[in-house]
Nanobody
Protein backbone atom coordinates (compact mmCIF):
# COMPACT_ATOMS: atom_id res chain seq x y z
CA UNK A 1 0.00 0.00 0.00
CA UNK A 2 1.43 3.34 -1.08
CA UNK A 3 1.85 5.83 1.74
CA UNK A 4 3.08 9.40 1.50
CA UNK A 5 3.50 11.29 4.76
CA UNK A 6 4.36 14.97 4.50
CA UNK A 7 5.71 16.94 7.44
CA UNK A 8 7.69 20.03 8.35
CA UNK A 9 5.18 22.75 7.63
CA UNK A 10 4.37 25.55 10.01
CA UNK A 11 4.03 29.28 10.54
CA UNK A 12 6.95 31.41 9.40
CA UNK A 13 7.56 35.08 8.78
CA UNK A 14 8.27 36.42 5.30
CA UNK A 15 11.88 35.81 4.43
CA UNK A 16 12.05 32.77 6.67
CA UNK A 17 12.80 29.15 5.87
CA UNK A 18 11.20 25.75 6.27
CA UNK A 19 12.24 22.25 5.30
CA UNK A 20 9.49 19.89 4.26
CA UNK A 21 9.86 16.12 4.28
CA UNK A 22 7.87 13.40 2.58
CA UNK A 23 8.34 9.84 3.79
CA UNK A 24 7.26 7.33 1.17
CA UNK A 25 6.53 3.63 1.44
CA UNK A 26 4.83 0.83 -0.46
CA UNK A 27 6.68 1.26 -3.76
CA UNK A 28 10.18 1.29 -5.19
CA UNK A 29 10.94 4.88 -4.24
CA UNK A 30 14.32 5.11 -5.95
CA UNK A 31 12.81 4.26 -9.34
CA UNK A 32 10.40 7.20 -9.43
CA UNK A 33 10.74 10.89 -9.90
CA UNK A 34 9.03 12.78 -7.10
CA UNK A 35 7.01 15.97 -7.22
CA UNK A 36 6.16 18.55 -4.62
CA UNK A 37 2.82 20.20 -5.28
CA UNK A 38 1.00 22.95 -3.44
CA UNK A 39 -2.68 23.65 -3.12
CA UNK A 40 -4.30 27.02 -2.64
CA UNK A 41 -7.92 26.96 -1.43
CA UNK A 42 -10.32 26.95 -4.35
CA UNK A 43 -7.64 26.24 -6.94
CA UNK A 44 -6.09 23.22 -8.59
CA UNK A 45 -2.92 21.81 -7.12
CA UNK A 46 0.15 23.15 -8.88
CA UNK A 47 3.50 21.48 -9.14
CA UNK A 48 6.33 23.27 -7.44
CA UNK A 49 9.37 21.07 -7.88
CA UNK A 50 10.36 17.75 -9.40
CA UNK A 51 13.36 15.54 -8.81
CA UNK A 52 13.94 12.71 -11.23
CA UNK A 53 15.02 9.23 -10.22
CA UNK A 54 18.48 10.24 -11.37
CA UNK A 55 18.53 13.44 -9.32
CA UNK A 56 17.79 16.04 -11.98
CA UNK A 57 15.73 18.91 -10.57
CA UNK A 58 13.10 21.20 -12.03
CA UNK A 59 11.19 24.11 -10.53
CA UNK A 60 8.24 26.29 -11.33
CA UNK A 61 9.42 29.80 -12.08
CA UNK A 62 7.98 31.39 -8.95
CA UNK A 63 10.20 29.32 -6.65
CA UNK A 64 13.40 29.08 -8.67
CA UNK A 65 16.36 30.19 -6.65
CA UNK A 66 14.41 29.97 -3.39
CA UNK A 67 13.37 26.30 -3.10
CA UNK A 68 15.56 23.22 -3.36
CA UNK A 69 14.25 19.70 -3.82
CA UNK A 70 16.38 16.74 -2.81
CA UNK A 71 15.97 13.08 -2.04
CA UNK A 72 17.49 10.39 0.16
CA UNK A 73 16.77 7.02 -1.41
CA UNK A 74 18.15 5.19 1.63
CA UNK A 75 15.42 6.82 3.72
CA UNK A 76 12.71 6.80 1.01
CA UNK A 77 12.30 10.49 1.65
CA UNK A 78 12.06 13.58 -0.52
CA UNK A 79 12.71 17.05 0.87
CA UNK A 80 11.83 20.60 -0.05
CA UNK A 81 14.05 23.29 1.40
CA UNK A 82 12.14 26.56 1.22
CA UNK A 83 14.04 29.79 1.70
CA UNK A 84 13.09 33.45 1.35
CA UNK A 85 9.46 32.53 1.88
CA UNK A 86 6.77 34.90 0.64
CA UNK A 87 3.14 35.40 1.56
CA UNK A 88 2.14 33.71 -1.70
CA UNK A 89 3.91 30.50 -0.66
CA UNK A 90 1.15 29.94 1.89
CA UNK A 91 -0.53 26.66 0.87
CA UNK A 92 -0.80 22.99 1.71
CA UNK A 93 2.16 21.10 0.28
CA UNK A 94 2.01 17.53 -0.99
CA UNK A 95 4.45 15.07 -2.52
CA UNK A 96 3.59 12.66 -5.31
CA UNK A 97 5.47 10.17 -7.47
CA UNK A 98 5.89 11.14 -11.11
CA UNK A 99 3.55 8.51 -12.49
CA UNK A 100 0.06 8.29 -13.95
CA UNK A 101 -0.41 4.82 -12.46
CA UNK A 102 -3.61 4.40 -10.44
CA UNK A 103 -1.33 2.95 -7.77
CA UNK A 104 -0.55 6.59 -6.92
CA UNK A 105 -4.11 7.88 -7.20
CA UNK A 106 -4.38 9.08 -3.61
CA UNK A 107 -2.77 12.10 -2.00
CA UNK A 108 -1.22 12.22 1.44
CA UNK A 109 -2.53 14.50 4.14
CA UNK A 110 -0.22 17.32 3.11
CA UNK A 111 1.55 19.80 5.34
CA UNK A 112 0.38 23.38 5.86
CA UNK A 113 2.82 26.20 5.23
CA UNK A 114 1.70 29.62 6.40
CA UNK A 115 3.80 32.70 5.72
CA UNK A 116 2.59 35.59 7.82
CA UNK A 117 3.95 38.54 9.74
Amino acid sequence: QVQLVESGGGLVQPGGSLRLSCAASGFDFSSYGMYWYRHYPGKEREWVALISSGGATFYVGSVKGRFTISRDNAKNTVYLQMNSLKFEDTAVYYCKPNSASPLFGSWGQGTQVTVSS
